[in-house]
């Protein structure tokens, strides 16, 4: 548990999550590269993809999953980065997700329940097209 790890495993994992929430794509991914996994999640879940791709960072997005971030990992809260980004109406975020696979009805609720349900109407019609190309 938290309590069992060192405060400076801590505030690293803490840094990480802050680049993935900023944007620091180069710092971010060179952490990843000398190490950091790829999929590391804290406490509620939330994934570096997640949390990049909530705050709308398609860069950082895309980079994570050039390293083989998880499009399919679920918060507690049952958000995946697909839906975090049709939330935020990110269409380039929920576009190179799509393209890397993400499953738009993965999730509770999933992407496309989060589209429908806040009228995300350009939302909606992206994840349509993509569903039927």
Known sequence: MAGDIDQDVLDFA???????????TADLTAFVDEGVPVNLTNDKGDSLLIL?????????VRALLDRGADTGLVNVRGQTALGAAVFRQSAETVTALLDA?????????????????????????????????
């Open 14 to 24: 803490h840094r990480m999550f802050d680049l993935a929430r900023e944007g620091g």
């Open 101 to 133: 696979g993400a499953d738009p009805g993965a999730g509770g609720p999933s992407a496309t329940e989060v589209a429908h349900f806040f009228a995300l109407v350009d939302m909606v019609a992206l994840l349509d097209r993509r569903h039927r190309a």
């Open 52 to 60: 990049a791709a909530y705050h709308g960072h398609a860069e950082t």
